[in-house]
Nanobody, 122 residues
Framework: QVHLVESGGGLVQAGGSLRLSCAASERTFSDYDMGWFRQAPGTEREWVSTVTKRYATSYAGSVKGRFTVSRDNVKNTMYLQMNSLKPEDTAVYYC????????????????WGQGTQVTVSS
């Protein structure tokens, strides 16, 4: 069982930046692929980014070039640096973990955090 806790959300103006953190309880954090997802009101949850156990990174087209995902296996923490934020980035952001690696980085996540709200004002 992996317990995940997100933090760092808040209210920011368009064009601003935020850094989200996802702290994991699992001592074998390095064995997990980690992902970020988001869900805006009235929409389905969408994949945002992944950093694999081998440090490979992937991004959704809507955030590529603006968001950067990273991980610190000593601190058991994943980060999402979000720059040039837009109102359409407003959502609850969730982190997730999977032990098995699939070719598709958007699926297979078993453990989820409770989410952190990001609101971008225009």
């Amino acid at each position: 069982q992996v317990h995940l806790v997100e933090s760092g959300g808040g209210l920011v103006q368009a064009g601003g930046s935020l850094r989200l953190s996802c702290a994991a309880s699992e001592r074998t954090f390095s064995d997990y692929d980690m992902g970020w997802f988001r869900q805006a009101p009235g929409t389905e949850r969408e994949w945002v980014s992944t950093v694999t156990k081998r440090y490979a990174t992937s991004y959704a087209g809507s955030v590529k070039g603006r968001f950067t995902v990273s991980r610190d296996n000593v601190k058991n923490t994943m980060y999402l640096q979000m720059n040039s934020l837009k109102p359409e980035d407003t959502a609850v952001y969730y982190c997730a973990a999977r032990a098995r690696s699939f070719g598709d980085v958007t699926v297979g996540y078993v453990y989820w955090g409770q989410g952190t709200q990001v609101t971008v004002s225009s």
